[in-house]
């Protein structure tokens, strides 16, 4: 079965610093999402990646899906308490476009003053 | 975009009761799914709510323990039945159209004591 690594599993970053999260695969990525999730609550879509070296920005948030779309990373820059929380990496492992994803393990960012 | 809302936010119920969980989304899906994220874990899906016909159940979860029904393409229900602590866990109703964005809901926060 698909199993996507995130790393680190938790983050502890000094407000104002930049920062990244990974996302690794042992096989192709057809998709790759990232979400947020407060805690307790529902999760909020940030990107959708799709094509190998594709890269999306929103805001201070930056995510690439690498050429061999095995791995995908997720930036932000100059962190503000407003980024804290769990970033979940979900994948889609067909082509078909129409089934479940698959999601990694989790990172919990912290951000201190 | 999906918006979707769920009920009830959360619910705190004894062991061996059950509770229904509804969903419901304000444009026609044609996928949808109910995951659940038990305490400090990733998301686990239960099944692909499907219209119509019986829902598609992963390894692990059964229809007599989580029934679900999908009676157009705009509602859900998940039901939690015979309720233990250790069916205490988030559940998150989600939504997607073919080759675009998988939306979540807010999430139910249940507690069985």
């Known amino acids: 079965s698909q199993e996507l690594e995130q790393s680190p599993q938790s983050l502890i970053v000094q407000e104002g610093k930049n920062l990244t999260i990974n996302c690794t695969s042992s096989k192709t990525l057809y998709g790759l999402y990232w979400y947020k999730q407060k805690y307790g609550e529902g999760l909020i879509f940030l990107m959708m990646?799709?094509?190998?070296?594709e890269e999306k920005s929103h805001e201070k948030i930056t995510a690439k899906l690498d050429e061999k779309k095995q791995q995908s990373s997720l930036h932000i820059t100059a962190s503000q308490p407003s980024h804290a929380g769990i970033y979940l990496c979900g994948a889609d492992v067909s082509n078909f476009g129409n089934e479940k994803l698959t999601f990694g393990t989790g990172t919990r960012l912290t951000i201190i003053p | 975009s999906a918006v979707i809302s769920q009920k009830p936010s959360r619910d705190i119920c004894q062991r061996g009761t059950s509770l229904t969980i509804q969903c419901q989304v304000d444009s026609q899906v044609t996928m949808m799914f109910w995951y659940r994220q038990q305490p400090g874990q990733s998301l686990t899906l239960i099944a692909t709510?499907?219209?119509?016909?019986?829902?598609?159940?992963e390894s692990g979860f059964v229809i007599d323990k989580f029934p679900i029904s999908r009676p157009n393409l705009t509602f859900s229900t998940l039901t939690v039945s015979n309720m233990s602590p250790e069916d205490s866990s988030i559940y998150l109703c989600?939504?997607?159209?073919?080759?675009?964005?998988?939306?979540f809901g807010p999430g139910t926060r249940l507690t069985v004591l």
């Open positions: 989600s939504v997607r159209r073919p080759y675009n964005e998988q939306f």
């Open positions: 709510a499907n219209q119509g016909s019986e829902a598609t159940y």
């Open positions: 990646l799709q094509k190998g070296g």
